[in-house]
């Protein structure tokens, strides 16, 4: 499960967290310096060259839900550290310091509220929370989910970003990829809508898992979407990988992904399959 | 770090090498017993104390037996059938029909190959998208045709090429577990070697896991973890070790069932014995499932991962 860019990008996202004082925002991707409130304005996209800003679970969730309004749950679940699993620093310890950092969600936070008027569940991935990876308490929360959405007859949407499943938790990360998976076999047997939106980066045991099972899989443009990580790939091949090789543009092309969306037009178009898978009318009913 | 089971196997080694060359050169039958049971209390010892890594490499024995050596101990009339009937055929992972203990069932494993040729067509076990397709195409038949399924588990993990991305490895994987965990026939599962991980795990959603007593089943490969955690492939021992890789462990987690006991100095020592020794569980656990109701079998396995996973509330 590639997520060997967790070391490095969470400390980008805390700058990131650190520096709306600031007024100008240099862009990840094309370097250029921006107006930090024209970047908030669009989204948290670049304007100059649409880059698309890494968001945290709840500006995701800001942009989804209609007001800005959700309600969240099952915000009380923190990893039990089962293993008791130490590297070069104790999986305790580093948990305490993004609980501190980032938030006590660990990496999803689930929420429900009206997307365009229609009553929906949300998870949304917090990639600045160990890289977004998927343990005991990711799987949980978004079984969770998966039972309440059953349950109300809601639709689900998971909006994934993530290195994959979480070493630190060895063999109970990956039995979160089956538990999320068959959750979400009763949501697709009770005909209910699931809707996978995959943004940058979505790789190993989470893509090998719900974010491929969608009813719809939609991407942001550019997202980094894979199973194995590119350096994997490289290594094993011995080969350089082509340009754009596993972006979200290259998973389209290869029948993976059903569409890009750009952030401004998500919701929007969100509503509008929903409405259709759903039954309902054109207009919001609200 | 050796990667060589030979180099904490060398008592055993030294002590066949001897009772070889007595039997060759007919000493004493009584110090041919003495030798024997000097193996067995040799053997007993090391495998009785291996580390994680150390059952990592037992694991990955060059000798150890593979799927087709458990099949064709087991079952009777084992005919393959190739294909996903999309793309291609993937050796890394073999299917077919096959009758155990006189009743039809469907099997799916992981192949490995012996040789260098057999390791290449195998692709050293590791499947590319075609293999869990055509693994989910006879688990579909097997439900369609009412019979229970057998999936042996033996892979480093899922093939990280760059053909296997394109074809959708990730979408592959993920369609199996969904696919699995709503099966209305019995699903039992053997990891007999290397669990490595999702390409594993897509035929591992059973509702009997179980486990040979040296093999090892992780999220990711002890080097892969050492590689990141550690940045150092060479601190695999220690990844093996902080992991919880061994059935043991497993149990101890209750991701399996039960661990299935390995013949004296392991599985690759006595292939055909390490089959005798797994056959009661399976004979077992078939027994039980069979007494479910169709409906009540994914409504089981769904209560059984549910519970996966350890948290805290608050």
Redesign the interface.
């Known amino acids: 499960m590639a997520w060997f860019r967790k070391e490095k990008k969470p400390k980008e996202a805390v700058e990131k967290v650190a520096i709306p004082e600031g007024l100008w925002v240099k862009c990840d991707d094309c370097k250029e310096i921006v107006y930090r409130k024209e970047v908030e304005q669009n989204f948290n996209v670049c304007p100059k060259c649409n880059y698309h800003f890494r968001l945290t679970a709840r500006e995701r969730f800001e942009i989804l839900f209609d007001d800005g309004k959700y309600k969240e749950f099952a915000g009380d679940i923190r990893s039990g550290d089962p293993l008791e699993f130490r590297d070069t620093k104790r999986y305790r310890d580093r948990l305490k310091v993004y609980e501190l950092r980032v938030g006590k969600g660990d990496a999803v936070l689930c929420a429900e509220g009206k997307l365009d008027g229609i009553s929906v569940v949300v998870c949304a991935m917090e990639y600045a929370f160990m890289g977004g990876s998927m343990g005991s308490v990711v799987g949980e929360k978004i079984t969770i989910a998966a039972e309440r959405a059953l349950e109300k007859k809601e639709p689900l949407l998971i909006v994934s970003t993530s290195g994959g499943a979480r070493m630190q938790e060895g063999i109970l990360s990956l039995m979160q990829m089956a538990k999320i998976s068959a959750a979400l076999a009763r949501l697709a047997e009770a005909r209910l809508p699931y809707v996978s939106i995959l943004t940058d980066p979505t790789t190993g045991g989470v893509t090998a898992s719900y974010a491929m099972l969608g009813d719809l899989n939609i991407a942001e443009p550019k997202a980094l979407i894979g199973f194995a990580g590119p350096r994997v790939i490289e290594q094993t091949i011995r080969q350089t990988l082509p340009e754009g090789f596993q972006r979200a543009e290259f998973l389209v092309e290869h029948g993976m992904v059903d569409l890009i969306t750009p952030r401004s037009e998500m919701k929007p178009a969100l509503a509008r399959f929903l409405r259709m898978f759903t039954g309902k009318k054109r207009e919001a009913a609200s | 770090m050796s990667l060589d089971p030979a180099q904490f196997e060398e008592p055993i080694n030294q002590l066949r090498r001897q009772i070889e060359e007595a039997t060759a050169a007919e000493k004493d039958p009584a110090q041919l017993v003495a030798l024997q049971a000097e193996l067995t209390k040799v053997a007993d010892e090391i495998f009785g104390n291996l580390t994680p890594w150390q059952k990592t490499l037992v694991a990955r024995h060059p000798q150890r037996p593979y799927t087709l050596d458990f099949i064709s101990y087991l079952f009777e009339e084992w005919t393959e059938i190739h294909g996903d009937r999309k793309f291609s055929d993937d050796p890394a992972i073999v299917a077919g029909f096959a009758r155990f203990r006189g009743a039809p069932c469907a099997i799916i494993g992981h192949q490995k190959g012996r040789n260098t040729k057999e390791k290449i067509y195998r692709n050293f076990g590791q499947p590319r998208p075609e293999g869990f397709r055509k693994a989910l195409r006879v688990m579909k038949l097997a439900e369609k045709f009412n019979l229970p399924i057998f999936t042996f588990i033996d892979t480093q993990g899922?093939?990280?090429?760059?053909g296997?991305?394109?074809?959708?490895?990730?979408?592959a994987?993920?369609?199996n577990?969904?696919?699995m965990?709503?099966l209305s026939v019995p699903v039992i599962v053997i990891v007999i070697g290397e669990g490595g991980?999702?390409g594993a795990?897509?035929l591992?959603?059973g509702d009997r896991v179980f486990m040979l007593e040296h093999a090892v089943?992780?999220?990711?490969s002890p080097e892969?973890?050492a590689?990141?955690?550690?940045k150092n492939p060479s601190a695999a021992a220690?990844?093996a070790a902080?992991?919880?890789?061994t059935a043991i462990?497993?149990k101890r987690?209750n991701?399996i069932d039960d661990i299935v006991p390995e013949p004296n100095g392991g599985a690759h020592a006595d292939p055909a014995r390490a089959a005798e020794l797994l056959a009661p569980y399976l004979e077992k656990a078939l027994k039980e499932l069979q007494k479910l109701k169709p409906a009540a079998l994914?409504e089981e396995?769904?209560k059984k991962?549910?519970k996966?996973?350890?948290?805290?509330?608050?």
């Open positions: 899922a093939y990280p090429g760059l296997a991305e394109e074809r959708g490895q990730a979408e994987i993920a369609v577990l969904r696919e965990a709503m991980s999702g795990l897509a591992g959603v089943y992780s999220v990711i892969g973890c590689a990141i955690l550690w220690e990844a902080a992991m919880r890789i462990d497993l987690l991701i994914p396995r769904y991962f549910r996966m996973g350890v948290f805290e509330k608050g």
